[in-house]
């Protein structure tokens, strides 16, 4: 059965505590035990006052429940995947590529040719298939030792523009 298909919009004021705990819960969906995801939550604290600055983007059901969200941060012409999650019940069923095909989309329009990604190793697979390539590691910001990749997406000239929101 497929999930019907998420309207993506602009963050709300007032959704930055409900983005944290998706944040949490998909992360949880790997298998991360209590105590990494808490030493991760200051990492994945969203907050009311830095959406609209992150560019934060969510995607919505039609019932009004908020299934994933992403962040574009940075300045043209390199940007930054800031945050990427997806609810762990929709994951598989196209939020994500939703997600990132209008993260693609929106930076090109706003003047950026690449975007890196740091990635957990467990959606490294994922961005690959959207285009990124990994170019790298780079140390977590949440646990000391752990190196997460480092991926790249080069933006192409014939990335469509944004549709309106």
Known sequence: MSAPAPRLRPAAPGEAAALTEL????KGHWGYDAAFLEACRAELTMR???????RTVV???????????????GEPPVGVLGMMFV???TIGHGVGRALATDLAAEARAAGFTLLTIDADP???AFYLAQGAVRVG????GSIP???LPR???RLSPDVPAPAPR
């Open 23 to 26: 944040a949490l819960r998909s």
């Open 122 to 124: 467990n959606a490294e």
């Open 151 to 153: 991926l790249e997406l």
């Open 48 to 54: 009311d006052a830095e959406l609209a600055a992150r």
């Open 59 to 73: 995607a919505e059901l039609p019932d009004g429940r908020i299934v994933g969200f992403r962040t574009l941060e």
């Open 87 to 89: 609810d762990p019940d």
């Open 137 to 140: 590691g780079t140390p977590s």
């Open 145 to 147: 030792g752990r190196v």
